[in-house]
């Protein structure tokens, strides 16, 4: 199992992923409330520092395939998050809170860089509070990812409660060390 992330500092997690391009089509994927409901969650993102970000997660929509791992607990699964756009660069940079409403005070920061027919994505989360929380951001990020990346090459991605559990548990092995 490849991991990409890596824990910058006790609250900053950085992941970094080479995925199929043009840069275009993977800033679409984050900004385009359709394109963004295929790997991460659904709604509307005001292109403007400033502007309002409204995540509408919903991970069975992720998958055509049954996801038989899935928790039987409220894990997400309908909850919408806001958030403040703090940069936003097109097709180079995007940022903003995370979570607002859940009085988190968490940065995600989206960079990409074309690197021929590839786009080099890099994701910045700052200010995570604690341990617990850095694993599951780190293993979201990179479930989430792999979703898009699967999405961009045409590939139907995995129901994503199964690879966040064993990426979840990767990241629990590395971060111990």
């Known amino acids: 199992m490849n991991i990409h992330g890596k824990l910058l500092d006790e609250q900053t997690v950085r992941l970094e992923r080479l995925l199929p391009g043009p840069i275009e089509l993977v800033w679409e994927y984050l900004t385009e409330s359709e394109k963004r409901g295929k790997w991460l969650a659904t709604g509307e993102t005001e292109p403007s520092v400033g502007g309002k970000v409204e995540l509408h997660f919903n991970h069975d929509n992720l998958s055509p ?75 979201g990020w990179e479930t989430h990812v792999a979703i898009m990346a699967d999405c961009l090459a045409g590939i139907t991605p995995k129901p994503f409660w199964g690879v966040f559990n064993k990426i979840k548990t990767a990241y629990e092995n590395l971060y111990a060390t």
């Not at 936003?88 to 988190?104: D, F, H, I």
């Not at 080099?120 to 780190?138: Q, W």
Request: with cysteine; proline share 5%.
């Open 65 to 139: 395939e049954r996801d038989s791992e899935a928790p039987s607990t409220d894990c997400g699964d309908g909850t919408i998050h806001y958030g403040t756009v703090t940069k936003y660069e097109p097709p180079y940079r995007l940022a903003y809170t995370w979570a607002e409403n859940t009085g988190s005070t968490s940065e995600v920061m989206f960079e990409l860089e074309a690197i021929g027919d590839q786009v080099k994505l890099t994701i910045t989360h700052e200010r995570l509070p604690d341990m617990e929380t850095i694993v599951g951001v780190s293993a």
